[in-house]
């Protein structure tokens, strides 16, 4: 069967229309002529796989990576990068305009990346035997096939060279991948690098280190704390266990955001793309006014609420988890902002309800799950509404919807498009509203 591909759609794939349905096609780029197999069939769609493709799109290219088809982290590897680019904005016009009614020409330029390969400066891979000996690789998408994976394109030289150079140690003393029978082995590798602070967790079953194999690991230049969490619960798909302790070293790396120093724990939050991530803040920040009181909702270590120290008289950030808020408030003393600079550990719709109904709060930043802010939270924003709210968006759809609440009592002035993941689908937007009087 022969289609011609329309559009891409949000999770990369290609789609044509069959009897007026939608096929979506994996590896399929728009304006493309491919010959296809249909594979599974529902009321409203169909999926569909490339047999040969008849005619390719000019923005067509091969991709860099030989495990691209298998892994799924690198969907759009075999698009141009320009292309890329507007493809990606054009999911944000399409969903703000179909779930928010926002127009297209308040969507501005995308901020794209500076580097389109070598950005990831964190991964959490499982870990798996092959010949006697553990390696790292993803599944395949929609599967459980495990595919080891010599080398990633997408991370930095820096995680490349922990996450071989852990491996070569964890060999050497012969361990093996996690047994769910005796509940022993390495279940994952979660790494992250930045500014060539690195830290490693092993994810394990109730496996014990031997003094010498965790001082080898400490000898591998850049890595600065090792963390084991014990994980063997068969029904989560959570990668951690409840509990993550330091083996040796800090409980967390320091990194540097212009003059200002960030903590991170190991289960801390941080964007994986770290340059485009601080062009992000830096941009988020300056839409900000002067004000007398800034609340950051899902403040995470509280990365923009420091570098917005000079933008507000009092700053308050809301984050549910632990950890994070501990990082945080240490981050505001270490910073010398902690007179006023405070962060607080709630659910972030419960905490703005606490601070609204004592204090007039100026402007809201928020930066939520794929999720998007829940019904409760966007509540309350309307029966306490800011003069002006920055939100940070990492869903499209979910934005959408958002902004067509929040539009009962604010303007939308401007939507920043920010590719922090090249090759991928994924498209992060900075919005500016400003309350209607």
Known sequence: MKLTVQKLGINGEGIAYLDSKPVFIDGALPTEVVDITLTSKTMTYTKA?????????????????????????CSLMHMNEKAQSYYKRQLLVEALWKYGHVRENLVRDMHESKHALEYRSACKLPVQEKNGKLVTGMYKPNSNIFVEIKSCKAHTKEVEFLRTSILDVLNKYHLTAYNPKTRKGIRYLVIRSIQNHGGCTLVTGTNTFSEELINDLMKIEGLETISQSINTNKKSTAIFGKETRVLVGNPYITIRIDDIELQLSSESFFQLNVGQAIALYHLAVDKIDPCDLLVEGYCGVGAMSLLAHKKAKSIIGIESIPQAIINANENAKKNHFDEHIRFICDDAGKGYKKISQNHTVDTLLVDPPRSGIDDAFLETILQNPPKKLIYISCNPSTLGKNLKVLKQYY???????????????????????????
């Open 49 to 73: 796989k490339i047999n040969k493709i008849i005619k390719k799109s000019n923005d067509r290219v091969e991709p860099q990576c030989p495990y691209q088809k298998d892994c799924g982290g």
């Open 411 to 437: 303007q939308v002035r401007t939507v920043i498009p920010f590719d922090l993941f090249p090759n991928t689908p994924h498209v992060e937007a900075i919005v500016s509203l400003q309350r209607e009087i």
